[in-house]
């Protein structure tokens, strides 16, 4: 049985609210509306080309939307630029991890964590000294200690993960956006990945939204899911309503309760 959902019941991290966007005659993002409140992970699912990424794109500010509005800590952002979400506390990984490939882990980290301080430290290393310490701590929570010194070039894709989850951290964010977290993970990886996370989101009182294709992880570690399909809301709700509902069940889950699978 998983915990009670940690969630408070005070103004939403996140608000987003009628978005839609279209690319040509596709509309991508049609009249989505959901919210993700502080310690709250919520899962953003659905068939490939659902519409997930888009979304993520405009929440995160690399797509303007052609109507709505994404409200972040009460402040509306719907215009505003990604590095302002950042700067407000949006944090996000992608599905494909990215680092600066001749640098060490710990480098890696050390500079994310001057770029949110702003402060001025070269690529290359120089002047990262004095977050070396931050940067250890960060990947000891994310269980990527032994990898501090090596070349992010050298990674196994499963670490890599791991790392760009610690390099979203060093900015310290209040909504994390996690776009496929554990995609090219072995089967174990991807738990223990997932258990980190949730222990992050109650210890910080994160706002997590998060896509997955791994329907074992969404339901072990949703306390929310919003189902898309086609741009639009199918249905939303606790994982155990979602699993047992028939439109989900033909759109994206197939019709076994018992063995979730994506399609």
Sequence with gaps: MKP??????????????????????VRAVDGVSFTVASGERVALIGPNGAG????????????TPDEGRVTIGGTDVTAR????????????????????????????VALAIAAHEGATASPVGAGLGAYDARADALLA??????????????????????????LALAGEPRLLLMDEPTAGMAPRERGAMM????????????ALLFTEHDMDVVFAHADRIVVLDRGRILARGAPDAIRADRRVQE????TDDDTPTDR
């Excluded at 599905?95 to 710990?106: D, L």
């Excluded at 759109?251 to 197939?254: D, E, N, R």
Aim: charged share 25%; net charge positive; aromatic share 6%.
């Design 52 to 63: 997930k990424t888009t979304c993520f794109n405009l929440i995160d500010g690399q797509l």
């Design 4 to 25: 009670p959902s940690p969630a408070v019941a005070a103004m939403p991290v996140l608000v987003v609210e009628g978005l839609e966007r279209a690319f040509g005659g």
């Design 195 to 206: 258990d980190v996370v949730s222990a992050l989101v109650r210890e910080r009182s994160i």
């Design 141 to 166: 929570r994310v269980g990527a200690a032994e990898l501090a010194g090596e070349h992010a070039a050298i990674l196994a894709y499963g670490d890599l993960k791991r790392v760009e989850l610690a």
């Design 251 to 254: 759109a994206y889950l197939g």
């Design 81 to 108: 630029p990604t590095r302002e979400r950042a700067r407000r506390g949006v944090g996000r990984t992608f599905q494909v991890a990215a680092s600066f490939a001749s640098m060490t882990v710990r480098e890696n």
